[in-house]
């Protein structure tokens, strides 16, 4: 895909831009749809967000829903201090979840891991009927399960219905370009033996600078900021 | 012109919205129980327990005493209260977990014992709360967080038949049945039966609900309907299996 | 199908719980006996995932009972057996694990702290150290390493189970919700080519042989009928713990030297103690930290040696004073005062840390 050309990455004013993410566990789904949506929110563009992680019972985006609030997103997630217990797990949906899909503009959907893969879709009321509907699996080959590109394609191949591959290959504080390019590369393999589209390469702020707009396949770069931190201690 | 939904006068207002998932199950179970409650009039004299899981989010959704327990020690709290205070209604509210792995031993022998409790277990085939691993009344090949690829029967056994061991067990007596959300008329006749068991003291009484999960089951509402009026039925046979002198229904 | 699970050395990004399971394969554990408590079902999940493409087993019990009890069967069938819990999980265990203890049976088990007591929280805690160390109705015959991250749970989740099967004690890694679900950067690896010596697992029973004919039978107990037998099974036990404590007994000091503070902690606190020092230090104070590796056995002689050269040691936990409690035991006779920063069931800051410090000086 041609550098910034990637409709989806900078959508026209008019088209609503409606992606759930999915992947393996701790692979960055709910970092990279963050970011996503602050995105999308700071273009003017109105998103909501979705907490759809229905198996994680604490690293999740919930106890960031204030933070989120603040910063212009309307976020359907559990408050953390209702839901993260009464002592176990607390891992159901918020109602308005189910309906998330009826609200305006943009939305995000956060869907945890787990071995319903993209089918928590189905919870969604209408979800077959949203045109715009993205569903991106996002894949780090720091992780040994999506460390190859055979093993992505597995990997892919069980979640159901992927839509693109989102490459969030990293090593948190150590990663550097190479890290980077490496799972570019991989990503992209996969993706094309998946005949699926790489939509980005997302880069952490501060390394961003140093891998450029583009990756070494020709990926957008898309810049994220970390906010899951925030979720813990 | 706002409709307001007819609930059973147990039900605590205080405490609603309740916590439990779009399309759960767990609401239409405890809506039968507290209209048995209301109908019965024991509202005072009844005593409810959860165990740990999704049954936990009933704690505080009835205007009864209720006590949170551990994981499938709920019988034997609920058996301790009936032992010290026999004029008490108990019912011990658990799912398939808390019943029939971690609490199975209890079960068993309070069954065994014959013990004037009510035990009311709802099965949706799996772990929910802790996000969906097995558990014994999963089905054979579903997919789970501990059964990646599907529960291989040969490996693990078939999905466990509850209320059969029950009945199997007790004596004359007890009451044993398994009901259904999708004949929600036939459950709450159920558990009346049950709880009018223990009223009379005629011994233990035990109601099995299938339910549903679509949150862990990642259905949609057709898919959800399907899976416990066409699927569940075919492992977990719906009536009663003991009736203490009379006949049977189902 | 009986690859190396790990090919040389890889750096990766990884949960702690995924570490362990991880490990568990590394270290040629053949199978996991265990039970749904949060927060570490995620060793069970990927166990399941991986162990039928390594050819390990296993087997989701009905409890947390059975899972030790299964646990031990393992063992005594002469393979490498683990299984992991927490909080009320862990309460259940101690039934098998005095078992373990009595008979010495090398048993390796996971524990994320969970907050406590009863159901509390699914979060984190430091308060299953009593109980883990001391829990059943046993002596503490057991080793506990206290982890602070997922390198130490990756490394000492395979050390567990060469500890355990050279030494036949029950051995624990005591990690907590937080090294659970963290997420970092840290290196896997096989660890034979890191010379690592693996130590190999052997039957307690069905030996080759027909038992009266070839050999002896095994005839295992855990029972006596008199107190004097007792007395001799036990000082037996007791006397072969403190012969190879020396050999287990691991610690890590910081800056303790010319320390007029010293910080203790463990686990995950311990981390929040080393950045402590670093800022502390930077600003001037005199100020050290020795974090016990091994909370059993317990480094009692080199903490009192730390300690006796400070003018206040700053004791942190997660507890309401479990491992308060081995400290005082462990440094019987140190004069130095001990002041207590202790915070059931929460997390612990650098700042937090660092606050209570200057407070001394």
């Given at each position: 895909?041609?550098?910034?050309?990637?409709?989806?990455?900078?959508?026209?004013?008019?088209?609503?831009?409606?992606?759930?993410?999915?992947?393996?566990?701790?692979?960055?789904?709910?970092?990279?749809?963050?970011?996503?949506?602050?995105?999308?929110?700071?273009?003017?563009?109105?998103?909501?967000?979705?907490?759809?992680?229905?198996?994680?019972?604490?690293?999740?985006?919930?106890?960031?829903?204030?933070?989120?609030?603040?910063?212009?997103?309307?976020?359907?997630?559990?408050?953390?201090?209702?839901?993260?217990?009464?002592?176990?797990?607390?891992?159901?949906?918020?109602?308005?979840?189910?309906?998330?899909?009826?609200?305006?503009?943009?939305?995000?959907?956060?869907?945890?891991?787990?071995?319903?893969?993209?089918?928590?879709?189905?919870?969604?009321?209408?979800?077959?009927?949203?045109?715009?509907?993205?569903?991106?699996?996002?894949?780090?080959?720091?992780?040994?399960?999506?460390?190859?590109?055979?093993?992505?394609?597995?990997?892919?191949?069980?979640?159901?219905?992927?839509?693109?591959?989102?490459?969030?290959?990293?090593?948190?504080?150590?990663?550097?370009?190479?890290?980077?390019?490496?799972?570019?590369?991989?990503?992209?393999?996969?993706?094309?033996?998946?005949?699926?589209?790489?939509?980005?390469?997302?880069?952490?702020?501060?390394?961003?600078?140093?891998?450029?707009?583009?990756?070494?396949?020709?990926?957008?770069?898309?810049?994220?900021?970390?906010?899951?931190?925030?979720?813990?201690? | 012109?706002?409709?307001?939904?007819?609930?059973?006068?147990?039900?605590?207002?205080?405490?609603?919205?309740?916590?439990?998932?779009?399309?759960?199950?767990?609401?239409?179970?405890?809506?039968?129980?507290?209209?048995?409650?209301?109908?019965?009039?024991?509202?005072?004299?009844?005593?409810?327990?959860?165990?740990?899981?999704?049954?936990?989010?009933?704690?505080?959704?009835?205007?009864?005493?209720?006590?949170?327990?551990?994981?499938?020690?709920?019988?034997?709290?609920?058996?301790?209260?009936?032992?010290?205070?026999?004029?008490?209604?108990?019912?011990?509210?658990?799912?398939?977990?808390?019943?029939?792995?971690?609490?199975?031993?209890?079960?068993?022998?309070?069954?065994?014992?014959?013990?004037?409790?009510?035990?009311?277990?709802?099965?949706?085939?799996?772990?929910?709360?802790?996000?969906?691993?097995?558990?014994?009344?999963?089905?054979?090949?579903?997919?789970?967080?501990?059964?990646?690829?599907?529960?291989?029967?040969?490996?693990?056994?078939?999905?466990?038949?509850?209320?059969?061991?029950?009945?199997?067990?007790?004596?004359?007596?007890?009451?044993?049945?398994?009901?259904?959300?999708?004949?929600v008329r036939q459950l709450k006749r159920f558990i009346k039966k049950a709880l009018e068991n223990q009223i009379a003291g005629r011994g233990f009484s035990f109601v099995e609900a299938l339910?549903?999960?679509?949150?862990?089951?990642?259905?949609?509402?057709?898919?959800?309907?399907?899976?416990?009026?066409?699927?569940?039925?075919?492992?977990?046979?719906?009536?009663?299996?003991?009736?203490?002198?009379?006949?049977?229904?189902? | 199908?009986?690859?190396?699970?790990?090919?040389?050395?890889q750096r990766v990004f990884m949960t702690g719980n995924e570490a362990v399971a991880w490990a568990a394969l590394a270290a040629g554990a053949q199978i996991m006996y265990g039970y749904p408590?949060?927060?570490?079902?995620?060793?069970?999940?990927?166990?399941?995932?991986?162990?039928?493409?390594?050819?390990?087993?296993?087997?989701?019990?009905?409890?947390?009972?059975?899972?030790?009890?299964?646990?031990?069967?393992?063992?005594?069938?002469?393979?490498?057996?683990?299984?992991?819990?927490?909080?009320?999980?862990?309460?259940?265990?101690?039934?098998?694990?005095?078992?373990?203890?009595?008979?010495?049976?090398?048993?390796?088990?996971?524990?994320?702290?969970?907050?406590?007591?009863?159901?509390?929280?699914?979060?984190?805690?430091?308060?299953?150290?009593?109980?883990?160390?001391?829990?059943?109705?046993?002596?503490?015959?057991?080793?506990?390493?206290?982890?602070?991250?997922?390198?130490?749970?990756?490394?000492?989740?395979?050390?567990?189970?060469?500890?355990?099967?050279?030494?036949?004690?029950?051995?624990?890694?005591?990690?907590?919700?937080?090294?659970?679900?963290?997420?970092?950067?840290?290196?896997?690896?096989?660890?034979?080519?890191?010379?690592?010596?693996?130590?190999?697992?052997?039957?307690?029973?069905?030996?080759?042989?027909?038992?009266?004919?070839?050999?002896?039978?095994?005839?295992?107990?855990?029972?006596?009928?008199?107190?004097?037998?007792?007395?001799?099974?036990?000082?037996?036990?007791?006397?072969?713990?403190?012969?190879?404590?020396?050999?287990?007994?691991?610690?890590?000091?910081?800056?303790?030297?010319?320390?007029?503070?010293?910080?203790?902690?463990?686990?995950?606190?311990?981390?929040?103690?080393?950045?402590?020092?670093?800022?502390?230090?930077?600003?001037?104070?005199?100020?050290?930290?020795?974090?016990?590796?091994?909370?059993?056995?317990?480094?009692?002689?080199?903490?009192?040696?730390?300690?006796?050269?400070?003018?206040?040691?700053?004791?942190?936990?997660?507890?309401?004073?479990?491992?308060?409690?081995?400290?005082?035991?462990?440094?019987?006779?140190?004069?130095?005062?001990?002041?207590?920063?202790?915070?059931?069931?929460?997390?612990?800051?650098?700042?937090?840390?660092?606050?209570?410090?200057?407070?001394?000086?």
């Open positions: 895909m041609p550098a910034g050309e990637v409709a989806n990455i900078y959508p026209a004013k008019e088209q609503r831009v409606v992606e759930a993410y999915v992947g393996e566990y701790a692979s960055g789904k709910s970092e990279v749809a963050i970011n996503r949506a602050l995105f999308l929110a700071a273009k003017g563009r109105q998103v909501t967000i979705a907490d759809l992680d229905l198996v994680e019972p604490f690293y999740t985006l919930r106890p960031i829903k204030k933070v989120l609030e603040a910063k212009g997103l309307k976020v359907i997630a559990w408050d953390a201090t209702k839901a993260t217990g009464l002592g176990e797990a607390g891992t159901v949906i918020l109602p308005e979840a189910r309906w998330v899909l009826r609200n305006p503009g943009d939305i995000i959907l956060d869907i945890g891991y787990g071995v319903k893969g993209a089918r928590s879709l189905n919870l969604l009321h209408g979800y077959q009927e949203v045109k715009e509907l993205r569903v991106y699996a996002v894949a780090n080959i720091s992780r040994p399960v999506t460390g190859t590109e055979e093993r992505i394609v597995e990997y892919i191949k069980s979640l159901g219905r992927v839509d693109g591959l989102i490459n969030n290959t990293h090593l948190g504080d150590d990663t550097d370009v190479g890290t980077v390019q490496r799972g570019a590369a991989v990503v992209s393999d996969a993706a094309a033996r998946l005949g699926l589209p790489v939509i980005f390469t997302s880069v952490e702020e501060k390394l961003a600078p140093a891998v450029g707009r583009i990756d070494e396949r020709g990926n957008p770069v898309f810049v994220l900021r970390r906010y899951m931190p925030g979720a813990f201690w | 012109m706002s409709v307001q939904p007819q609930m059973p006068a147990v039900w605590r207002t205080e405490t609603k919205p309740h916590k439990f998932c779009p399309g759960c199950g767990h609401p239409l179970v405890l809506k039968a129980l507290g209209e048995a409650i209301t109908e019965l009039g024991i509202q005072e004299k009844a005593m409810l327990g959860c165990d740990i899981g999704c049954s936990l989010l009933a704690w505080d959704l009835f205007n009864l005493d209720s006590v949170q327990t551990h994981h499938g020690r709920t019988v034997p709290i609920m058996v301790g209260i009936k032992r010290a205070k026999p004029e008490v209604i108990t019912i011990a509210y658990m799912g398939d977990g808390g019943g029939y792995a971690i609490g199975s031993q209890h079960l068993v022998n309070t069954a065994m014992r014959n013990d004037r409790v009510t035990v009311i277990l709802v099965n949706n085939i799996q772990y929910a709360m802790t996000g969906g691993q097995m558990a014994p009344t999963t089905l054979p090949g579903q997919k789970t967080e501990t059964s990646p690829y599907g529960r291989d029967v040969e490996a693990t056994g078939n999905p466990a038949q509850g209320p059969e061991m029950v009945a199997a067990i007790t004596s004359e007596g007890a009451y044993v049945a398994r009901g259904t959300v999708a004949d339910s549903l999960c679509p949150t862990n089951w990642a259905t949609n509402a057709k898919e959800t309907w399907r899976m416990v009026e066409e699927e569940m039925p075919r492992f977990f046979k719906v009536g009663e299996l003991k009736v203490p002198g009379e006949k049977k229904e189902g | 199908m009986t690859d190396k699970p790990i090919q040389g050395e408590i949060t927060p570490q079902n995620e060793i069970m999940h990927y166990w399941t995932r991986l162990a039928p493409m390594y050819g390990r087993k296993f087997l989701q019990t009905e409890d947390e009972i059975s899972a030790g009890f299964t646990t031990i069967g393992g063992v005594l069938a002469g393979v490498k057996a683990f299984t992991g819990s927490a909080g009320p999980g862990n309460t259940l265990m101690q039934e098998p694990m005095s078992m373990a203890e009595m008979m010495r049976l090398p048993t390796v088990m996971v524990v994320t702290q969970r907050g406590g007591p009863s159901t509390a929280t699914v979060i984190y805690s430091q308060q299953e150290v009593t109980m883990t160390c001391y829990g059943g109705n046993g002596e503490g015959f057991r080793i506990v390493y206290s982890t602070s991250g997922q390198q130490d749970l990756f490394d000492y989740t395979i050390k567990a189970f060469n500890t355990a099967w050279k030494y036949r004690f029950p051995t624990f890694v005591l990690g907590d919700g937080y090294q659970a679900k963290m997420r970092e950067p840290f290196v896997i690896y096989d660890p034979e080519l890191r010379g690592i010596e693996m130590v190999k697992a052997e039957p307690y029973m069905g030996n080759p042989g027909t038992p009266g004919i070839d050999r002896d039978p095994a005839h295992l107990r855990n029972t006596y009928n008199m107190e004097d037998e007792l007395l001799e099974a036990v000082r037996q036990i007791g006397a072969a713990y403190e012969k190879i404590s020396p050999e287990v007994v691991e610690y890590e000091q910081f800056e303790t030297g010319d320390a007029k503070v010293l910080l203790v902690a463990h686990g995950i606190v311990s981390r929040a103690a080393q950045g402590a020092v670093k800022v502390l230090r930077q600003q001037g104070y005199q100020v050290g930290h020795f974090r016990p590796i091994t909370l059993r056995p317990f480094p009692g002689v080199e903490l009192k040696a730390a300690a006796d050269k400070a003018r206040h040691v700053l004791l942190i936990e997660s507890s309401y004073g479990q491992f308060k409690k081995l400290v005082t035991d462990g440094i019987y006779g140190c004069t130095t005062p001990i002041l207590s920063y202790l915070k059931p069931g929460e997390g612990i800051t650098v700042e937090e840390i660092v606050a209570e410090a200057k407070k001394l000086f």
